[in-house]
């Protein structure tokens, strides 16, 4: 596996530990864009978030099973949508932290995430 692809992988397991901290932290409740979304998906936001959470890392695992290891000519594209999303998400919670000055549900996998990203947005 070449490094890009293990740091693929690596980079949807963590968005699932991510999702995982940001459910213990109920982001539902704290965070009005999460809760805008959660509320699409149901009138519980605690589900919603779950079947979002679960639709995206069951799309992480398809981009890593399909594309990226097969190498589908839209493995690059597929990878660089998750690269953006990814920094924006790491940004994001960075940015709302120090404007909390303090945790937010995701802070700390988000640092992760970002130096994921970046790696693979630097070709790792």
């Known amino acids: 596996m070449t490094p890009s692809k293990a740091t693929f992988l690596a980079l949807v397991a963590v968005q699932t530990a991510h999702s995982v901290e940001e459910c213990l932290g109920r982001l539902w409740d704290v965070f009005p864009p999460a809760r805008f979304v959660t509320g699409l998906i149901s009138e519980d936001r605690r ?12 799309f992480g695992i398809w981009c890593f099973f399909w594309p990226v290891l097969r190498r589908w000519s839209s493995a690059i594209a597929f990878m ?8 924006i998400n790491g940004m994001g919670h960075s940015v709302w932290s120090v404007q909390a000055a303090g945790y937010t549900p995701g802070v700390i996998t988000a640092s992760l995430l970002l130096i994921l990203a970046f790696g693979i947005g630097l070709g790792a």
Do not use: M, T, Y
């Not at 589900?47 to 069951?58: C, E, T, W, Y």
């Not at 660089?80 to 920094?87: A, G, M, Q, R």
């Open 47 to 58: 589900f919603g978030f779950i079947v979002f959470n679960v639709a995206l890392i069951s």
């Open 80 to 87: 660089s949508f998750w690269v953006v999303i990814e920094l």
